[in-house]
Each structure stands twice: as structure tokens, then as C-alpha cells.
């Protein structure tokens, strides 16, 4: 046996266990396991998590907060800026802002990442080619997923869907899409019909920034439709994300009820982005400013598989984050209103099986018997703790290997009491 470990909780209903481990994978989970292993970890009844996941991520983008400072904080600002800085991109800083990015996550339990470098006639196929390096780079440690994504838009940019082919050339996994950024709404729809043709021709999955506003009265933020409407013409169910889609929240429960259900026939996986986009939405509201929230509840109440993820670290477009999961799942659940036990599980679900079922690496993942060995063992007692504590990543195990051990000493010096 490769890694043998002891006295791990993995269900809050039932004592501790032992899990053993072999060629990378979970060859047995009961108690009191008799094997001889090369490593074993006593997990001192510390809670287990499947490998937490990041399904939206921009590497080559962060870090960039204190090279052109925002002022006023808004999207379109924060396009302006980027664009800009954009132009500037070098690539040993981009591997350097990126590897930041990736330690921080691989520390926090994360060990796979659907990254989306920019594809545009800005930066050209730098943040393809970056990702696609740090892809081998970190091999072992986080699995990286790269989407040739248009930030600038496709019809409006010419030039773009050249690039997007060439990344796609080059090893790029995912289409990405943007298409919201076009100038009409006829636009918009055939920025998705192209998204559409290259991933089938290449035969590889679509996900895209869609209806990323306050409202939808302006029908470029309205596309998740036709997007759905798009993925069961293409036969492409349960190969398309929409990340942001937070203009759905503004539709009354009678017009978003048809939205939802086509949502829900197309198999359409939903990434909320809390930390970016309720700190870039409701600018303009003066009174009972909008959380700038898909309805995450309506979603999953219709059947929608709905994941969430970090976006951006440290830019214009979200001056905060730490790559961590747990820290945005908490987030979430403030916003989202998730409090009860029930809903905080759900959250939970959202960072591992829900965000593995979005970026199509189900199979083989979470904590059972045949398994991929990866799995987070946290500093905390209770799995329903995870998102209450934000504990240490005690030890992180990906595909068998201890990746990560945090050491954990802190000695409380209490003063005696007064009588």
C-alpha cells in the first residue's frame, strides 16, 4: 500500500475511519484497515473533503491591483484598466503572477482549475501559452483546464477567432465565450453560434461569460436562452457553463420560471462568482442596492447545476481573494442566505461534485472506493465545520501523493483568573 490513512472523518454520522491507498487510487475505506503502507498519516479524527475545485479562474490577470489602481471600481473600468495593462503583458511576469495564483490554490486544497487566459488582439495567445506551461509545470500538484476565452468580444475584435482557433491548435481545452461584448444583440448571437462551431469541430466543451449585468433589458445580458437553446440544437447537454449570468436575478419569478426549466432540459452548468460580481454589481442602485447574485436558489431549486468559483485575484475586476474555495463558499452562503445545515452542505457540494460535474471530471472523483486518491484533510472535526471554520489544509493528497502538510502549533497562554 502507497499512503495508509488513519482516523479520518469523511461523514459526520459515523466515527472516524481508515483510508488506504493505492497507485493513486482509494483501494479500501473502513475501520481498523491491516495493511503495511510506505506513509501513513494519523489524522487524529481531523474531517475529509473530495479535493476542493476551481472551475473559473484568471491566471494571467492577477496580481495586477497595484499596477494601474482602480478609482472608481466599476466593470467598466475595470475593462479599461485591464485592457491597458493587458497591452504590457510580459511573460515571465505573467508566470510569476500566475504561479502565485496556483501556489495559493494548490495550498488550499484545490487540485484542479479551469483557467480562462484572454484570447484577443491585445495580448495575443500569451495567457494560452503561459497556462499551457504552468499545465505541465504543476502536473501532480493541480490539474489545469485552459479556455481560449474573447474578452473583447469576437465580431467586434477581428482578428480573434483566428487566435482562438491557433490556442485551440495548441492544446487549449475549452471554448470560451464573451457575448455580451458585441455591439448588437445579432452580434451576440452569433458570438455564440461561432463558440458553438469551434467546439464541435474540435470536439471539446463551451464555456462562457454570459449576462453579466444588473438587468436584462438590454438583450446582449439576456443570452443564457439562446445559449441553452444552442447547446440542445448542437447536442452539446451538459458540456456548456455559463459563468456570471447575473442578470437572471433581475427576471420575476413568472418570466425566469421558462429560463430556468430550458436551463435545466440543456444540462447548462451555472459558476456563480460571488466576490467579483457583487463587488462590481448594483454601482448605479442609490437605494436597496442588488447583491449582483445569480439566483443560485431558483437554479437549483429548477434542477440547474450550480457551481462557484474565485474568477479573479487581486485586479480591478476583484481586488480581493486568496484562491481559497472554502473562504468563497462562506461568501456565498452570506449572500445566497444558504444558513441551515442543509444549505451549508449544499455550498460545500457546489466546490467539489457539483464543480466536477461542470468541468467534466465526475468520473472518478469524491471520497469512495476506487476513487481517485485526492482529498483534503482539514484542520477541524465535523465535515459541516468546513465552511464554518475555513480551517487549515492539514494534508493534501492528489492522486495519492501528499502535496501539501501544514504543520499546526499554537499554544494559548490564558491569564489565571481573578477572585
Known sequence: MDLLIRNVLIDDDAKPTDIAIDDGRIAGIEPGIKAEARQTIDAEGRAAIPG????????????????????????????????????KQEREDVLA??????????????IAIRA?????????????????????????????????????????????????????????????????????????KRHIDIAFDLAQRYGVPVDMHADFADDASDPRFASATYAAQKTIASGYQGRVSLGHVTS?????????????????????????????????GGRKDVVNQRRGLTPVRALRDAGVNVTYASNNIR?????????????????????????????QAYVLKMATHDAARAM???????????????????????????????????WVIKDGNVTVTTRHQCDIHRHPAHH
Not at 128 to 143: C, F, I, N, W
Not at 321 to 337: E, R, S, T, V
Not at 367 to 392: E, H, K, M
Open 52 to 87: 476542493l475545485l476551481e472551475p473559473h479562474l484568471h491566471l494571467e490577470k492577477a496580481f495586477l491591483h497595484r499596477r494601474m489602481p482602480a478609482r472608481s471600481g466599476t466593470l467598466e473600468e475595470a475593462i479599461r484598466i485591464t485592457g491597458i495593462l493587458k497591452g
Open 97 to 110: 503572477r500566475s504561479r502565485q495564483v496556483l501556489d495559493m490554490a494548490v495550498k488550499n486544497g484545490t
Open 116 to 188: 480562462h487566459p484572454d484570447v484577443d488582439v491585445i495580448q495575443g495567445l500569451i495567457g494560452v501559452e503561459t497556462a499551457l506551461q504552468l499545465k505541465e509545470e504543476y502536473r501532480g500538484l493541480v490539474d489545469l483546464q485552459i479556455v481560449a476565452f474573447p474578452q473583447e468580444g469576437i465580431l467586434k475584435s477581428p482578428g480573434t477567432v483566428e487566435l482562438m482557433e491557433e490556442a485551440l491548435k495548441l492544446g487549449a481545452d475549452v471554448v470560451g465565450g464573451c457575448p455580451y461584448n458585441e455591439l448588437t444583440w445579432d452580434d451576440t
Open 248 to 280: 437572471l436575478a433581475a427576471l420575476a419569478p413568472e418570466e425566469a420560471k421558462p429560463v430556468l426549466e430550458l436551463l435545466h432540459r440543456a444540462d447548462v452548468h451555472i459558476v456563480t462568482l460571488p466576490a467579483t460580481d457583487t463587488y462590481l
Open 315 to 343: 485586479n480591478a475586476f476583484t481586488p480581493f481573494g486568496k484562491a481559497d474555495p472554502l473562504l468563497i463558499g462562506n461568501f456565498l452562503a452570506h449572500l445566497a442566505q444558504f444558513g441551515t445545515p442543509d444549505n
Open 360 to 394: 467534466g471530471i465526475s468520473e472518478g472523483y469524491g471520497i469512495a472506493v476506487g476513487n481517485r486518491a485526492s482529498l483534503v484533510i482539514l484542520d477541524t472535526w465535523q465535515v459541516a465545520d468546513a465552511l464554518l471554520d475555513i480551517p487549515p489544509r492539514s
